[in-house]
């Protein structure tokens, strides 16, 4: 329960981040860096894999399914909204996965492909949670530097 309170507020999080903030800040990319519309769809993404992954566990294959590095699609040219409904609409199917679980299916384990090490479904959802506050810190930057800009060119 812990670790999907941890999920789930993320989306809370994300939202109060981004809200009231101009399209060009949430679509901004500094120095070949992704923009905070991009960490957000990677999120996204993230979770269409560790959705399969979770199923992959209960099942028994392994390896699991490799992760995403690189975001699939132009999240720049989206507005926020609809990159943030995106993450919503799979972060939710993830935690609705996540509660359905037994007892016994998250004790199931499937090898971890990069980081090679057996992961059960909590291990997946501890990773993701630690995953989502990298982006977060990463986010919180963006902002940082965008707001430090304004105040210099306010100068």
């Known amino acids: 329960p812990f670790l999907i309170e941890r999920l789930e507020g993320t989306i809370a999080r994300l939202e109060k981040k981004v809200s009231g903030q101009p399209d060009n800040t949430l679509s901004l990319q500094r120095e ?7 960490h957000i769809g990677h999120l996204a993404e ?40 995106y993450f919503i609409r799979n ?8 509660k359905r679980l037994s007892e016994d299916e998250c004790s199931r384990s499937s090898l971890h492909p990069r980081l090679k090490v057996m992961m059960n479904p909590v291990d997946l959802a501890y990773f993701d949670a630690e995953h989502d506050d990298h982006h977060l810190v990463k986010i919180s930057e963006i902002m940082t530097a965008s707001a430090m800009e304004d105040v210099r060119d306010e100068l």
């Not at 070949?32 to 991009?38: D, E, F, L, V």
């Not at 028994?60 to 590095?69: E, I, K, R």
């Open 91 to 98: 972060r939710m199917d993830n935690l609705n996965r996540y």
């Open 46 to 85: 993230v979770d269409q894999i560790a959705l399969r992954r979770i199923d992959e566990m209960v099942k028994g294959v392994s390896p699991m399914a490799p992760a995403v590095f690189e975001p699939r699609q132009d999240y720049n040219r989206q507005p926020v909204r609809k990159v943030l409904d």
């Open 32 to 38: 070949g860096k992704w923009s905070i519309k991009q």
